[in-house]
């Protein structure tokens, strides 16, 4: 087994190279963000949603008033 330490970046380091360390995040390295050579927090891509988007997937559970486009008669004057 192989001991391969996680570089850890301080704040000032990560505050200067920002871009850098995102696209290393993004390449699916490990990027540690660190105050006083303890680890503070890890920086990482968001998932996206595996499955697509489908389109009709709330049928069913929407409900809308009879009146949902009526405009309110105190708004008349403004339309």
């Known amino acids: ?25 993004m390449l699916g390295e490990e990027v540690i963000i660190a105050r006083d050579h303890k680890p503070l927090l890890k920086l990482v891509p968001i998932e996206q949603a595996n ?10 559970q929407i409900w809308m008033a009879p009146d949902f486009d009526r405009t309110p008669e105190d708004f008349e004057d403004y339309v």
């Open 1 to 25: 087994m192989t001991n391969t330490a996680v570089p850890q970046f301080n704040i000032a380091e990560a505050k200067a190279h920002f871009s850098e360390l995102v696209q290393r995040a």
């Open 51 to 60: 499955a697509p988007r489908k389109p009709g997937s709330a049928k069913g």
